[in-house]
């Protein structure tokens, strides 16, 4: 099966080019199966990747115009020749290598942590099974980044619109029913770019690996603001 | 150009579970921390554990701590230390409460409290009843805890370096650590890190072998480093076979399916684990259960065309059940098994998966080293998690027993540390600075040679081989004489590549020579015990013996010794638990 894959390497290029790999298809191989074995072929071929489950979120690329987590992709679904390319809009640092701290200071600006004013109790804070289903879609975010990297408002205004991954985060502390600090975590959106920039395109939902709904997510802390407002 | 220096109280070294609930501690205060990691904190491994924590809440069904601390040491084959399994039972209740309380999305029962579910090796009562002693996120409860953690040390403002990788530790004629020199992978640079205390917590090292649910990154570079700085490692023979891996491709199954209500069949349909285990059946201990499986297969009673496997079934649970309770791993069983497991069993084999063994500490996370016919306290190092060997675990570590191990020493390190903090850096030790460049260095050798790529395969085939579930003596011997075979071809190893920038075939090179000195550890530690023990299953030796081995083994680098040292059979405040018959 044919793969053109995106090369860089800042040492001796001036600009990515593109470099065809041939490579043997096994039954049930992953497109993270077919980089390493491009890697095999030629060890200067770098991409990040670990767990090989879609768990841990290392190796999501572009395949054919799409991101996607490549442990997850198998090859058999994707057409031929594979183009694999970095996530579009965040600058190179190596072949499918990109810098995604911009990516990472946005999900550390909606404050991911939970907060709690209330003494601790001595045992769990309770919860009901039916709050806590409302954390399901939300939590299980795996930071891989196919999302904002997907949304053309975040190509546009990365240092102001927070992107689809981190206004998930948001909601998710938002609408656990543990969190003590709803009006502070919604007093700061309450500007025109962290949450207003999007503008429903909905790629981030299409593209997110494990299913999840950013798009919907920003619309309940929308709405909650509108609430909050009445 | 001279080479980058910074100075911090203290260096943690790897940020899964074990790193980051260190780092915690630290945080609080005013000492002034590094937390080195080779991937972005939440890329760490911690985040594939599946089915639980355990800790004896009594949230579904009456508990204590003390029965948590028999089925460990019983689940141990009696080869754990009392005194750190006394110790972490009884934190795991305190450690649990505080996850939920940093906002673990724990599942839930009725009354709002923490779901717990039963999980093998688990029991009421010193050994009667199935206990459901383990908390769980659905089956992502390792994604849960290690997102919490990451996010309460950004609360925290912990200083974090990504995507550094740790080359050696730096010691000192005295035999003190005093940091670590570290890569920075972005831009190929070398940065020393100069620290009072150090601590290791790297995890695991289950690339060694070829079929395993380890990640990439799982190369045992902490276990590693402590060898090439004259600690040894302890227990690496005991190497855990997780019973139900996808078959052929080794992704995790969480023993949460059995636990939820799953069980194994052969092709004939048979329940075989009836015949293996008659009281605990599918839930026995997981050393118990992948000898079974192994030998379904062996006797041709395995499933599928090749006969290769065995068959989970859990279509009986349900779609509710199965989409609230283990919702991952019907995602793994579609991708990578082609099976929707609520219709249909999935196929599944024993998968390499945890290290009961590694560099020993004390219940304080302090790293011990064989001096003279005793031991003693390596100044300024620590090791937590599944790189330690506290041990806790002993020949067998129990489902739900490691996500607690890391966060019960990880944050016993991190409090220990603060606590002993010496008051002023040592002087460098320029020697052990240069020794660890030239770790480096050797990877500029360009010309012909191997390929990182070709002897990583040769090694850990050979692993698998000779290694894996059953062990005799010629098979093993056999092993030992090729990883020596492999270890020298290393010298003939030369990189294409060398580019600074986020060269990742240098790690790989780098991350080779550890996983094989681990590998070394193993199957030297493994020939030398001659009984069956937890993990340890010798057919030549079937039995266990107390008399002659129970003990732990001490692997040491310089000329693949070993050495050995007794069981902590003393617990804290109980009564021992004398060694019994292990029946499941």
Redo the contacts between chains.
């Keep these: 099966m044919k793969f053109i894959v995106s090369r860089f390497?800042?040492?001796?290029d001036s600009k990515p080019y593109m470099q065809t790999f041939e490579v043997e298809v096994r039954c049930?191989m992953m497109l993270r199966d077919a980089l390493m074995e491009i890697?095999?072929q030629d060890?200067?071929f770098?991409?990040?990747?670990?767990?090989?489950?879609?768990?841990?979120?290392?190796d999501g690329v572009n395949v054919n115009g799409t991101n996607r987590l490549a442990c997850?992709t198998?090859v058999a679904e994707l057409k031929e020749p594979v183009e694999i390319r970095p996530f579009p809009g965040r600058p190179i640092?190596?072949?499918l290598?990109v810098d995604?701290s911009q990516f990472?200071e946005q999900y550390?600006a909606v404050?991911?942590?939970?907060v709690?004013k209330d003494p601790?109790p001595?045992?769990?804070?309770?919860?009901?099974?039916a709050?806590?289903d409302k954390?399901d879609g939300l939590?299980?975010c795996?930071?891989c980044g196919c999302c904002s990297t997907a949304c053309p408002s975040f190509w546009w205004n990365p240092e102001k619109f927070h992107g689809p991954q981190a206004l998930l985060t948001a909601w998710r502390f938002l609408a656990?029913s543990?969190d003590q600090a709803t009006d502070r975590r919604l007093d700061e959106l309450e500007e025109p770019y962290k949450l207003f920039r999007c503008h429903t395109i909905m790629n981030c939902v299409e593209v997110c690996p494990k299913g999840l709904n950013p798009t919907q997510a920003i619309g309940h802390i929308k709405h909650l603001m509108l609430k909050k407002a009445i | 150009m001279a080479l980058a220096r910074r100075r911090f109280d203290a260096l943690i070294i790897g940020a899964g579970g074990a790193g980051l609930n260190a780092a915690i501690q630290l945080a609080k205060t005013d000492a002034r921390v590094a937390v080195v990691s080779k991937v972005f904190p939440t890329r760490s491994h911690t985040v594939a554990a599946q089915g639980g924590v355990n800790a004896a809440l009594a949230n579904v069904m009456p508990d204590n701590w003390h029965w948590h601390m028999f089925d460990t040491v019983k689940g141990s084959d009696y080869l754990g230390d009392q005194d750190a399994i006394e110790y972490m039972c009884r934190e795991a209740i305190p450690t649990v409460y505080e996850l939920e309380h940093n906002g673990v999305p724990f599942s839930r029962l009725d009354n709002g409290k923490i779901y717990q579910r039963p999980f093998g090796g688990m029991t009421q009562n010193f050994g009667g009843a199935q206990a459901a002693r383990t908390c769980a996120a659905a089956d992502r409860t390792g994604h849960a805890i290690l997102h919490t953690l990451y996010q309460q040390n950004l609360r925290a403002r912990t200083h974090f370096f990504d995507e550094y990788f740790a080359i050696d530790l730096i010691r000192d004629d005295e035999g003190a650590i005093l940091g670590a020199l570290v890569l920075e992978i972005e831009t190929g640079e070398p940065l020393l890190i100069e620290a009072k205390a150090t601590v290791l917590a790297t995890g695991g090292c289950g690339q060694a072998f070829r079929t395993t649910s380890n990640a990439h990154i799982n190369t045992g570079d902490g276990m590693a480093m402590a060898l090439r700085a004259g600690v040894p490692l302890m227990d690496m023979e005991f190497f855990q076979f997780h019973p139900t891996g996808i078959a052929g491709r080794g992704m995790l199954i969480t023993e949460g399916v059995r636990g939820e209500g799953g069980y194994l069949i052969n092709k004939d349909g048979e329940r075989f684990m009836e015949r293996y285990a008659p009281n605990a059946k599918d839930l026995a201990s997981r050393d118990v259960v992948s000898r079974a499986i192994v030998t379904e297969v062996k006797e041709g009673r395995g499933c599928g065309p090749n006969g290769d496997h065995v068959y989970l079934k859990l279509d009986h649970l349900g779609e509710e059940i199965i989409s609230k309770r283990l919702p991952g791993i019907r995602e793994s069983g579609r991708i990578f098994a082609g099976v929707d497991a609520a219709r249909e069993p999935l196929p599944v084999f024993p998968t390499a998966h945890y290290a009961m063994g590694g560099i020993p500490t004390d219940r304080y996370g302090r790293v011990l080293a064989p001096v003279g016919t005793g031991e003693e306290i390596v100044p300024g190092l620590y090791a937590a998690g599944e790189c330690a060997c506290v041990s806790v675990h002993g020949g067998n570590r129990l489902g739900g027993n490691s996500l607690l191990d890391i966060l019960v020493f990880g944050r016993a390190a991190g409090l220990d540390l603060l606590q002993h903090m010496e008051s002023h850096h040592r002087p460098m030790d320029e020697a052990s600075v240069d020794k660890a460049m030239a770790r480096l260095e050797r990877w500029d050798r360009k010309g012909e040679g191997l390929s990182v790529a070709e002897l990583r395969e040769a090694f850990r085939r050979c692993m698998e081989d000779h290694a894996g579930v059953f062990r005799t003596e010629e098979i093993m011997t056999e092993g030992v004489e090729r990883l020596r075979e492999l270890r020298e071809q290393l010298s003939e190893v030369r990189l294409q590549d060398h580019s600074k920038v986020f060269n990742t075939a240098r790690i790989e090179a780098l991350e080779l020579e550890n996983i094989m000195a681990c590998g070394m550890a193993i199957a030297v530690s493994a020939l030398n015990r001659q009984e069956s023990r937890g993990t340890h299953s010798r057919p030549d030796y079937p039995k266990r013996d107390d008399v002659n081995w129970m003990k732990h083994s001490l692997y040491l680098l310089d000329g693949d010794q070993l050495d050995y040292k007794p069981v902590q059979t003393k617990p804290l405040s109980v009564e021992t638990f004398p060694p019994k018959e292990r029946v499941y």
């Design positions: 390497n800042p040492d001796s049930g890697k095999r060890e200067s770098a991409f990040r990747h670990s767990c090989g489950e879609g768990v841990c979120g290392s997850i198998p640092i190596r072949e290598v995604m990472y550390k404050e991911p942590w939970l709690r601790m001595e045992q769990e804070i309770l919860q009901s099974p709050d806590r954390l939590y299980e795996i930071l656990d543990r």
